[in-house]
Nanobody, 122 residues
C-alpha cells in the first residue's frame, strides 16, 4: 500500500507561482510513474502532467505546457509540480497519483492523494 500526501497549494494572484509537493510512503516510490491531475468545481478531473519512473520522460496537458514543470526526487520519495504564470482557470484541487501499469497511451493509476487546493485570483 502507498500513501500520498500533497502540499503547497494556496491562494495566489494571476501571474504568480506555486510549487506543489507529493510525498509517498509505504513502498518504493521509484517503482511508479507519477501523475498530477486537477479537478475544478463542477468539472471532471483532468490530466495535468506525468513523469516516468526515472524522470527522463515528461508529458503535459496542452493547457499547462510551458508553464508547469513536473519533477521527482526518488531518494526523497517526493514528486513536484512547479507552476508559474498561473491563470484563474488553473484554480482547482490538485492530486498526485502513482501507477505501475501502462499500455500504449493508457496509464493506470493505483494510488491517489487527498489533493491540495490551488486558487488563482484574477
Amino acid at each position: 500500500q502507498v500513501q500520498l500526501v500533497e502540499s503547497g497549494g494556496g491562494l495566489v494572484q494571476a501571474g504568480g507561482s506555486l510549487r506543489l509537493s507529493c510525498v509517498a510512503s509505504g513502498r518504493t516510490f521509484s517503482s511508479y510513474f507519477m501523475g498530477w491531475f486537477r479537478q475544478a468545481p463542477g468539472k471532471e478531473r483532468e490530466f495535468v502532467a506525468r513523469i516516468s519512473r526515472s524522470g527522463s520522460s515528461l508529458n503535459y496537458a496542452d493547457s499547462v505546457k510551458g508553464r508547469f514543470t513536473i519533477s521527482r526526487e526518488n531518494a526523497k520519495n517526493t514528486g513536484y509540480l512547479e507552476m508559474s504564470s498561473l491563470k484563474a482557470e488553473d484554480t482547482a484541487r490538485y492530486y498526485c497519483a502513482l501507477g505501475m501499469v501502462s499500455s500504449g497511451m493508457t496509464y493506470r493509476y493505483d494510488y491517489w492523494g487527498q489533493g491540495t487546493q490551488v486558487t488563482v485570483s484574477s
